[in-house]
């Protein structure tokens, strides 16, 4: 990063894509993890790659105790100031597979935060004892003021956004795709493929970092569902459009497969997003029937379309799905913690040696 570069234009060149890649990258690979548009395509393959290397050397002998190794010594901050389960596990696990030892925040109110501390000075403090730092947050720029402030300072280490506010989930896009990969494997690929992501649009991280990720790619089509009051916004569709992606949207769920099940590829499900309601969370939680996945939609789709959910879901993937062939969910948990193990891996420089270990061992 140019030395005195203010947050706002550190803010402000997310948005152009040499900028940003000036900003976000060190020696040509990713180093802060904040946006689903910072990757190339080169860095996704690599990525996808490297989670590969991982998965198969940690069924190997050899392989595993070469893993443990890669950040033997490294130390993470998991720093969640939103309720976290999956995604905190899969991260720590992540860590774990390349002898990281982790230390996780899960109260704010037990940290200098609420002594009014600045966002600043606590990621420099973390800084000075922690080798990165990963961050969920209510607030949509809180990973964007420690990246800068820590890329500012005289020992900048990763930040790594594992959710931002109502923004974005880029390590959750990530392993998605990741999934996608390995579903399309036999099938050319992600390439022109339809993918469908129903839900509330506007206000779910994962469903817009995937749409962004998308535009990696050559020719697919983003197709959506959503209610009328969550339909993607205008700053997505523009970049969709940017990227010439064919959409489609649509308000209820029957009326798309109707008229497109047979083309659909791949299917993202969600669930209603309704912690941002005013007020809190209802008392019943869960999507209306416009958009539940009801079991006589099976005749609408390919067996062969994915089913995908990022979790945690209410009703609206119910349990009768789990035996359609193309229901990949629990895969896609798991590949959650591979791709993490290769964000650390890339970030931190190791990703090239875990390749060529694999390739050595004959597992790529």
């Known amino acids: 990063m140019p030395k005195g570069m203010s ?8 948005s152009d894509h040499d900028a940003r890649r000036r900003v976000l990258c060190k020696d040509d ?11 190339g395509r080169p860095d996704i393959d690599r990525l996808c790659d490297t989670a590969t290397a991982i998965r198969r050397l940690d069924r190997h002998r050899e392989g595993r105790g070469f893993l443990r190794a890669v950040l033997s010594g490294y130390r993470v901050m998991h720093l969640f100031s939103q309720p976290s389960t999956r995604t905190a596990q899969s991260f720590l696990a992540g860590a774990d597979k390349l002898g990281a030892t982790s230390r996780t925040v899960t109260d704010l109110s037990t940290s200098s935060f609420a002594k009014g501390e600045s966002v600043a000075d606590a990621v420099r403090t973390l800084s000075s004892f922690f080798d990165a730092i990963v961050v969920r947050h209510h607030e949509d720029d809180f990973a964007t003021q420690a990246a800068w402030a820590l890329s500012s300072s005289a020992r900048p280490i ?13 390590t959750q896009s990530l392993l998605d795709v990741y999934t996608l990969r390995y579903s399309f494997a036999d099938r050319g690929g992600i390439e022109g493929k339809t993918i469908l992501i129903i839900g509330d649009i506007s206000r779910n991280r994962a469903a817009r970092s995937l749409a962004y990720l998308m535009t990696k790619y050559r020719q ?4 959506f569902v959503s209610p009328r ?3 993607p916004d205008g700053d997505l569709l523009d970049y969709l459009k940017k990227h010439e992606i064919e959409v489609r949207i649509h308000e209820r769920l029957e009326t798309m497969l109707r008229e497109h099940g047979r083309q659909i ?10 912690e941002w309601d005013e007020g809190g969370p ?9 958009y539940v ?3 006589e939609y099976r005749e609408l789709i390919r067996p062969d379309c994915v089913l995908m959910h990022p979790l945690p879901r209410v009703n609206e993937l119910p349990d009768d799905w789990e035996d359609h062939p193309g229901f990949v969910v629990w895969r896609q948990v798991r590949n959650g913690m591979w791709i993490r193990a290769a964000v650390f891996a890339t970030v931190h420089g190791a990703d090239e040696e875990i390749r060529a270990r694999a390739r050595r061992l004959d597992l790529l």
Do not use: C, N, W
């Open 282 to 290: 209802p008392s019943e939680l869960g999507s209306s029937e416009a």
């Open 293 to 295: 996945l009801k079991p």
């Open 220 to 223: 697919p089509r983003v197709y």
């Open 229 to 231: 009051d969550y339909v």
């Open 158 to 170: 990763p930040v790594i956004s594992a959710g931002s506010g109502r923004s974005q989930h880029v």
């Open 7 to 14: 947050y706002e234009e550190f803010k402000e060149s997310l």
């Open 265 to 274: 590829d791949a299917m993202y499900i969600t669930r209603l997003q309704q």
């Open 29 to 39: 690979r990713p180093f802060h993890v904040l946006l689903s548009q910072q990757f």
